[in-house]
């Protein structure tokens, strides 16, 4: 089983650390947002000097505030830096109170400005050439972008339909927040599977977020569940997915209880069509360090 965690740490150092300890116990990837160390990708690019295997992934950078051209560059520079396959670069538009509500750009058509974004992007992470002149994007390249050394892979932040086939079409897949395995095996795999084989593309990545915890008290477990992901309570499209998995909430959606009910949920996930796990472990109860131990432990289990 392919598993992952969340990545973060107060400074590139602890970054570093993290990646050289996932890496020695087996995990297969870290997945970071885009406001670790304020932009995450020189400490991702930093790490994965450090490491020799391991993916390193944004879960995910908003496409909004930068430009499609200056995205494939800046992926280009990570991978060059990191000198060794293994940058995933997820993004996805985010949320509309911090596109319109912090930086003042329109939210009126996410699905269209995400769609010509990606075109654009995997466009140019193939080395295409690209002319393109959208509603909201528009790009004049003659294909002399900086050559990358290894692949980049995009995952598309999907959760509505228009996004996942746009994941499907043109990028390698999604990666997902909050999405319960009843919504990933009725909406997402369909959709995006559909998608990628009308396109002929190959069959797409399914990466599937969830916090994780292993505890006894299910209750508690889901309290403390409730107060790491009080943020996403109001937003519309996580209200939506939750909806279609049977959670009516983030903390229902969390994956708790103990080592056999958290073996059962996170396998549940594979059987619904998820290539990867990425399980944000929180920690539950006055012991932190000691619940997240035994958390970890069940996930390093499970690697095999």
């Not at 980049?152 to 499907?168: D, F, I, W």
């Not at 999405?179 to 599977?193: C, D, K, Q, T, Y």
């Not at 209200?239 to 049977?246: A, C, S």
């Amino acid at each position: 089983m392919r598993i992952g965690l969340t990545g973060g740490g107060s400074s590139p150092e602890r970054i570093v650390q993290q990646a050289r300890r996932a890496e020695a116990d087996g995990f297969s990837s870290l997945w970071f947002a885009s406001l670790v160390e304020g932009d995450p990708l020189v400490a991702m690019a930093l790490a994965g000097r450090e490491t020799s295997e391991i993916e390193l992934g944004t879960a995910v950078v908003q496409t909004y505030p930068c430009h499609p051209l200056l995205q494939a560059n800046r992926a280009a520079s990570v991978v060059s830096a990191m000198n060794r396959p293994g940058f995933t670069l997820g993004i996805g538009p985010s949320h509309e109170p911090l596109i319109r509500g912090a930086y003042g750009f329109s939210y009126d058509r996410p699905g269209r400005n995400t769609e010509e974004y990606v075109r654009i992007l995997c466009g140019l992470l193939r080395g295409d050439a690209v002319d393109f002149t959208g509603e909201d994007w528009t790009v004049h390249s003659d294909g002399r972008m900086r050559a990358l050394p290894h692949p980049v892979p995009v995952l598309v932040s999907a959760l509505g339909p228009r996004l996942l086939r746009v994941a499907g079409e043109y990028a390698d897949g999604t990666v997902l927040w909050m999405a319960p395995a009843r919504a990933i095996e009725s909406h997402v795999a369909p959709r995006l599977h559909a998608a990628a084989e009308s396109a002929g593309r190959p069959a797409p990545r399914m990466v599937a977020g969830l916090p994780v915890a292993v505890h006894d008290d299910v209750d508690e477990a889901r309290a403390a569940a409730a107060q790491r992901a009080a943020g996403y309570d109001g937003l519309p499209n996580y209200q939506r997915i939750l909806g279609l998995g049977g959670a009516g909430s983030p903390a229902e959606a969390a994956i708790v209880g103990d080592e056999k009910s958290v073996r059962t949920q996170l396998c549940a996930l594979i059987d619904a069509g998820a290539t990867d796990i990425w399980a944000d472990v929180f920690p539950v109860g006055d012991d932190r360090a000691a619940s997240r131990r035994r958390t970890l432990d069940l996930l390093r289990e499970l690697l095999a």
